[in-house]
Structures are given as structure tokens and as C-alpha cells.
């Protein structure tokens, strides 16, 4: 039984088609991505196979026990079955890296390695990273491989113990030593800022392999205390390692390789949910696993395993390096991106009035964590000692050290959206008090980051000349860009992008990677939208968003990467997410803007349709809502344009047809439920309404 929706796009509850074919296949391949990246509860199979003889487990990364990550100075020791290939196992490993091993047959053969590094005897090797494959992302520093003193049997049981110390780490198969990595070998880890071992154990037998591990013991060096006891050969050992299956309806980042729950990939996909599947339990089910490990500092957590079990709301450790380590935590920008999902869920109806009001006090921790950051000149300021929270979605990159233009121009969106929520709830002490924050703050990034030289915001104070697309792109979006500024800023972005395959993610001489980037092109194509600068968003669709998901495309998979390097080819090798979540911005970015079906209230209580051409001759959508389905079409044809909008009697809408000449004092003719043609005067070309009627009918006639 398929564990993912396969529902066709044309079928999806919310749907989108126009004269454009190209357009049309990209919102197909969005909807598929969706698709991809959204779990049900216990959807899925869980990822390892108990039996009496213990955990059988095909080729996968090592997964983590979930409760070692601050582990230092043990000895873990198991004993394992070889089936086909050979095995695998972590320690010392954080979110990001540990000391991974791997035992391997005679002729295996390391992922991206020439024909001559094809194995001659069963060997053991080493990596301190994530996996032995080759990730452009993320360093995987290979040790060496060595021959083992004896070969492997398939299918008969061996002993293997690993010891770390400060002093080393020493792997021993059936007693004998096979493997050592010396104290001046070890590698600087990230997370821990240390260099010696810390950090999870866990088992994964690596690609092609399949292997059970049972008999585990992990002790402590110190006191020899055993520190876990286990022969994996029941349930409860899948909650031990979060190795079950799906506990809630989530949203995940992509088709493979992380398959997490992270919180700055959900923001961006709230809204391609109700433009396509509509599976808002999986938008609330992302709140609730995030919101369920927040810190005593008011932090949301950006990332949790969608095996991992709820936790209890608040986690009662207010040590920073927890979260580090344990790896729910990942940077400041990531903690902000939850409130644009609380935001896009309320306004799309995925969480109630009551759920709401239950989550604004976790909204308002998390804004005065924020506020601990801000500085004398009214802007959040990360020093070398918060590099980590300093860090964006391009984890790969430097961190954006001192102040960041993107980090305090998303706080201000941030606000915003948290006013509008304040002023519903009918807090208006809050709404007072974030109010003068976002102005504070939206003045202080237009006084000292925007540079008038070069017509943008620079990346951050320190580095005023250099061009970030994202930092610019969210000066619009928070609205601290004004009008003028936003259509400089977008002309600058058009022509210091620039790049035959679409818009770089920084400029040439920024000194970061040089690459193209569905994630923030996708909130580019929302700014541009919303400046109502359609040249500009067609520039992002025709050149970035559209070639691949075309049939004709040489790397076309029918749904959307996560990366592009300006040759065309994925944006980190074989380690790339060819489906993934966050570049799918246009399958909501069409039909709300195309057709112009966007709320205006929670849950399209009240809903505009504002269309804009982009050259089309037709456009229509089919959006859900919780009262039922708003249908919207326009046409131009023998230059007559016509609006139809049929939508719930419980619904309010109004059309802004400016666009469409549709301009005060001039007469027009309107057609309601299927009557007669009339003459009407618009007294307000942005504002013509239509309540508790089925059918309505715009024409104009050029």
C-alpha cells in the first residue's frame, strides 16, 4: 500500500490551470512534491524490523539512540549478523556529524569512487560525517579503509565494541583490535565546538546492506555504569531510537535523505498545502511536533524526526548546548520561520480560534527571546559567540555574523503577522507592544543596511556591497521596503542576479557558493507578487522555477529540487533532494496571485480575487476552504475580459480588477447568478463585492 498520497493533481481538492502549458506543469510538479513530503500518522513503516533474534535493519545512515547525545568517554558494544554487504554504526554523533564505521564485503565500492577503489578484501572504514557517500553540503571527512584480520561471514553472529576517549577511538571485532582513530585525528564538531567525542551512538548498515544488531551495551569508561541495555527486540526499542513510525500528520523537507520535520522548510509550505492537498492536519501536525519540545528560553524547535514522539511542550533544560547537541535546534532565522506557519495555518483555517490562542503565549517566548538579541541601534546583533544562531538556510556558507538584513527584516514580518494575530485575539496590549518593536526595528535596517550605491540591502553591516537575494527579498515581504524601494530593489536583484539559468542566491564577489535557489526564489516570487511586479515574477518562473519540471528537461523528475548550480545539474550532487518541499512557492504563488484567490480574513471567512495576466489568455483554480470551495476563472477572448467567481454562502468576497481597467466613474456591465446584463458604476475599482451569491460575472468590454 503506497505510504504517500498518489492522488492525481487534476483531482487534488485544490487546483490550478491556465493557457500556459509550461505553468501548468509546474504546478502539477509542486502538488506531486507536496505529495512526496507530507506523512500521515502511522503512515509509514517503521525503519527498523524487530525480531526475537533482535533489530534487522536495511541500508540506511546510522539512527541515533535519542537520548545519548551528551554522552562522553563510553564504549558501546553490540553484537551483529551480517545478512548481505556488511554493517554499520555511529558514535560520538550529533545532528550534523559523529565517527561513523563501516564494515563492507570484498568489492564494495564507496559511492562516487573510481573503479580502482573497488574493495580487494572485507574491510573497515571510516568517516566523520554523515554517511561514506560523497556530500557536497556536508563534509564527510574520510578516515581510511583497512582490511579486516578476518573475512565476514554472511549470517553468523560477531562481537564489536567501540571505546572513545579523549584519548582515542578503538573498534575490536571478537576481541581482536581492527581499527583505531588516533586523539590527533579527531575533527572539530560544529555543534559541540570541541574537538573531542561527544555526542549519540546508532546503527545503520549503509547502502546495500542489511544486517541485526542485538545484545546492546553501552557503558561508561569512568565508572563502567552501564548507560543503556538493550537486545532491540521489541517495540519499545523503535521509541528508544525514534525508529517507528510517523507519530502525527507532518509536513517533511523532502522525498528522501533527511525526511525531517524542520521548521524554516514548513514555512514555506503552508501555502502550496492549501493550493493542492489541502492536508491541513499535516500543516497543524507540524505546529504541535515543533511546538512540543520548545525551550525554557522561549525557543521553537526547527527540526524533530517525524518518528519522534510529542514532547511535553516545554523542555526543562534551559541550557543552550542541549539543543545543540541533541539537535532540535538550529539558528535563530529557523525559530522565526514557526511563526509564518502559525500565521499561514490560522489564516488557512489548519488550527482553530482555541488552538490559536493556546499557541500565542509560545509566540510571544519566542519573540522575547528575540528581543535578548537586539541591540542599541534597535537591530538583532549575533556576535562570533552566536554564530550558531547566526546561521540561514544555507547551512553550507558562512554564518551572517554582526547584523544580518534578512534575519531583522524577517523579524519585522515576523511582528506583523503576530500583530494581526494580538489584534484578533483582542490583546491589544501585545499588539501595542510589537507594533513599536516592527517599527523600531523596520527603521533601523532602513537607516543603517540599506545602501543607496547599490540600490539594495547589504547581506549584513559589515559586508554593506554585498547582495544576498534572501535579505532583499524580505525587505519586501515585511513591508520595510516601501513602495519605491521594493521596485528598486527588485530591478537591482534582476540585473545583479543575473545568470542565464535565473537569479543567483548571492552576488558574484559575496564569496558564498554560487548557486541557484528554489527555497528563496520561491519567497522572491510571493515579494514580487506582492509589489505587483509581474515582470519580475514571470522572470522567476520562466528562468528558475519552470525548466525543471518540464518533461523535456534532462534531470526532470515530475517534482521540484532543492538546489541548482548555475551548470543546470542539482545544487549538491547526489545528496540533493530532487523533491523538495520548500521549492514548491508557485504552486500556491498561481492560484493566488494568476487567479487571485487569497484570504483576506482566517479560514477565507473573507477572500479577494485579484487576477493578474502574465500574459495568459485564461486561468482558473479550484481552492479549498473550510466552508467549501471557492471556484475562480477569467478569460480574455476578442478582447471582452470575464471574471467568474463562484464560492460558499458563508463567504464574503470583493475583486480587485484595476489591473483590468476596470476604473471608477466609467460604466460596466455585470451578470449575477446567470440574470440579465446590467449597466453598474464602480465607486471603487479595488473593492467590488459580491456576498452570499453563487455566480458572480466581471466583463469589460476594450
Known amino acids: 500500500m503506497a505510504t504517500i498520497s498518489t492522488i492525481h493533481p487534476t483531482q487534488l481538492p485544490s487546483r490550478f490551470s491556465c493557457s500556459d502549458d509550461r505553468y501548468n506543469h509546474l504546478w502539477d510538479a509542486g502538488a506531486r512534491t507536496m505529495q512526496l513530503c507530507t506523512a500521515a500518522k502511522g503512515s509509514t513503516p517503521p525503519l527498523w524490523q524487530t525480531t526475537p533474534q533482535g533489530a534487522l535493519i536495511s541500508a540506511t545512515r546510522a539512527i541515533k539512540h535519542s537520548e545519548s547525545f551528551d554522552w562522553q568517554d563510553y564504549t558501546l558494544s553490540f553484537d ?33 569512487q573510481p573503479e580502482s577503489e573497488r574493495l580487494k578484501t572485507d574491510s573497515i572504514s571510516a568517516v566523520f560525517g554523515f554517511t561514506d557517500e560523497n556530500a557536497t553540503s556536508v563534509e564527510n571527512i574520510y578516515f581510511k579503509t583497512a582490511p579486516l584480520p578476518k573475512s565476514i561471514i554472511i549470517n553468523e553472529m560477531s562481537s564489536i565494541s567501540t571505546r572513545m576517549s579523549k584519548d582515542g577511538i578503538v573498534v575490536s571485532i571478537n576481541g581482536d583490535k581492527v581499527y583505531t582513530i588516533e586523539s590527533s585525528e579527531f575533527q572539530s564538531s560544529p555543534i559541540t565546538q570541541s574537538s573531542i567525542p561527544q555526542g549519540a551512538f546508532g546503527f545503520g548498515p549503509g547502502p546495500d546492506a542489511l544486517a541485526t544488531y542485538t545484545n546492546i551495551l553501552a557503558t561508561s569508561n569512568i565508572d563502567g555504569k552501564v548507560l543503556y541495555q538493550s537486545n532491540l527486540d521489541n517495540q519499545q526499542d523503535l521509541v528508544d531510537f525514534a525508529a517507528g513510525t510517523t507519530t502525527l500528520d507532518c509536513l517533511l523537507d523532502g522525498g528522501k535523505r533527511d525526511r525531517v520535520v524542520w521548521g524554516g522548510d514548513a514555512a514555506i509550505m503552508g501555502p502550496p498545502v492549501a493550493y493542492s492537498t489541502y492536508d491541513l492536519d499535516a500543516l497543524k501536525g507540524t505546529i504541535d511536533l515543533l511546538a512540543s519540545h520548545r525551550g525554557k528560553d522561549g525557543r521553537f524547535a526547527a527540526q524533530i524526526l517525524p518518528t519522534f514522539p510529542a514532547g511535553p511542550g516545554v523542555v526543562q533544560v534551559s541550557d543552550d548546548f542541549f539543543y545543540r547537541i541533541r539537535g532540535h535546534y538550529f539558528s535563530l532565522s529557523y525559530e522565526l520561520y514557526m511563526i509564518q506557519t502559525i500565521y499561514d495555518a490560522w489564516m488557512f483555517g489548519a488550527i482553530t480560534d482555541n488552538e490559536l490562542k493556546n499557541l500565542f503565549p509560545a509566540v510571544q517566548g519566542q519573540l522575547a527571546r528575540v528581543e535578548t538579541f537586539i541591540d542599541g541601534k534597535g537591530l538583532i546583533f549575533c556576535d562570533s559567540n552566536k554564530a550558531r544562531d547566526a546561521r540561514e538556510y544555507n547551512y553550507y556558507d558562512p554564518p551572517r555574523l554582526g547584523h544580518s538584513t534578512k534575519l531583522n527584516a524577517q523579524y519585522v514580518a515576523s511582528l506583523k503577522q503576530i500583530i494581526e494575530i494580538a489584534k484578533y485575539l483582542g490583546n491589544h496590549t501585545a499588539q501595542a507592544t510589537y507594533q513599536a518593536q516592527a517599527e523600531r526595528t523596520a527603521d533601523a535596517v532602513n537607516q543603517h543596511l540599506w545602501n543607496e550605491k547599490t540600490g539594495a540591502y547589504g547581506i549584513t553591516a559589515a559586508s554593506p556591497d554585498v547582495i544576498a537575494q534572501d535579505a532583499n527579498v524580505y525587505c519586501v515581504l515585511s513591508g520595510l521596503a516601501d513602495c519605491e524601494r521594493s521596485k528598486v530593489v527588485l530591478e537591482t536583484l534582476s540585473r545583479e542576479l543575473s545568470h542565464p539559468r535565473g537569479l543567483l542566491a548571492f552576488d558574484r564577489k559575496s564569496g558564498y557558493r554560487e548557486s541557484i535557489s528554489n527555497f528563496v526564489s520561491g519567497w522572491h516570487l510571493f515579494a514580487a507578487f506582492q509589489a505587483g511586479a509581474k515582470d519580475h515574477a514571470k522572470e522567476i518562473l520562466d528562468k528558475i522555477l519552470v525548466p525543471t519540471s518540464l518533461p523535456n528537461h534532462p534531470g526532470f523528475t515530475g517534482t521540484l529540487w532543492e538546489l541548482m548550480l548555475t551548470d543546470g545539474s542539482p545544487g549538491m550532487g547526489g ?20 487567479v487571485g484567490v487569497r484570504p483576506t480574513t482566517p479560514r477565507f471567512k473573507t477572500f479577494t480575487v485579484s487576477p493578474m495576466s502574465l500574459g495568459l489568455a485564461w486561468a482558473s483554480a479550484v481552492v479549498a476552504t473550510p466552508f467549501g470551495k471557492i471556484e475562480a476563472e477569467w478569460r ?23 489591473e483590468w481597467g476596470f476604473e471608477a466613474g466609467k460604466s460596466h456591465h455585470i451578470t449575477i447568478n446567470g440574470g440579465a446584463k446590467t449597466s453598474f458604476v464602480i465607486e471603487n475599482a479595488s473593492d467590488i463585492q459580491f456576498t452570499n451569491d453563487r455566480v458572480v460575472y466581471f466583463k469589460r468590454i476594450r
Open 80 to 112: 551483529v549478523t551480517i545478512h548481505r554487504a556488511g554493517c554499520g554504526w555511529g558514535v560520538s554523533m550529533t545532528n550534523l556529524q559523529g565517527y561513523v564505521f563501516y564494515i563492507n564485503q570484498v568489492g564494495y565500492l564507496r559511492a562516487g
Open 575 to 594: 545528496f540533493t533532494f530532487l523533491a523538495h518541499g520548500w521549492s514548491a512557492a508557485a504552486t500556491a504563488a498561481l492560484p493566488a496571485y494568476v
Open 636 to 658: 480574455v477572448h476578442l478582447n471582452v475580459f470575464t471574471l467568474k467567481v463562484s464560492a460558499p454562502h458563508d463567504l464574503r468576497g470583493s475583486a480587485n480588477l484595476r
